[in-house]
């Protein structure tokens, strides 16, 4: 199978090494037709992108779109669920900046409410040491990312059961039946 594209690349505005110029030549140089700069939502709370700077990365993409026209470039973001009610932390103003939205579970991202907070971050934790709470964390993660993606225009999944348990059987059934991609990674909880 040859790839033809990235569609999971993180930049300087959050916590990558490269700017965007540099990973769109880094994708020239390995033959990719399509690249996706999708820097983790501005609702992390270390590495997320500042909304302030999503004009700026507009501009930049659509510039280098006049530069480097044998590739596809496009403008998305990779979200965080912040809620138990599938909310995330990319607001309809930037997604009027996007091409693509990605949307993925990761700790440090800043929870709606405390309760939030608790159910989904909390909670997790606890359940690495407490394997009473497991299940229930799994039936409220999974619950949890349906509710977005029936919620939500989201384009890709990112590395569902990396972070936290999620029943990844039930959601890619849900995505076939919608024909979402579902981004695969090594740790998988399935």
Do not use: W
Not at 82 to 94: H, K, L, N, R, Y
């Amino acid at each position: 199978m040859k790839l033809y594209g990235d569609f999971h690349t993180h930049t300087v505005y959050s916590h990558g090494k490269g700017t965007i110029e540099e990973n769109v030549k880094a994708a020239i140089k390995k033959g990719l037709k399509k690249i996706v700069i999708s820097d983790h939502g501005p609702g992390h709370l270390t590495y997320g992108v500042k909304r302030e700077n999503l004009k700026k990365m507009r501009k930049e993409i659509d510039d280098l779109k006049v530069k480097y026209p044998e590739i596809e470039i496009l403008l998305g973001v990779e979200g965080n669920l912040i809620s138990c009610e599938g909310d995330i932390d990319v607001e309809a103003e930037d997604m009027k900046l996007l091409d693509i939205l990605l949307v993925g579970f990761h700790n440090g991202a800043k929870p709606k409410t405390l309760r939030d907070g608790y159910m989904l971050f909390v909670r997790n934790y606890l359940a690495k040491c407490f394997p009473s709470l497991r299940n229930k964390c799994r039936e409220t993660n999974t619950e949890a990312m349906i509710k977005a993606i029936e919620k939500h225009n989201i384009d890709i999944i990112t590395h569902p059961g990396a972070k936290v348990s999620i029943d990844t059987k039930r959601l890619a059934k849900l995505l076939q039946k919608r024909e979402q991609p579902l981004k695969l990674t090594q740790a998988m909880d399935i």
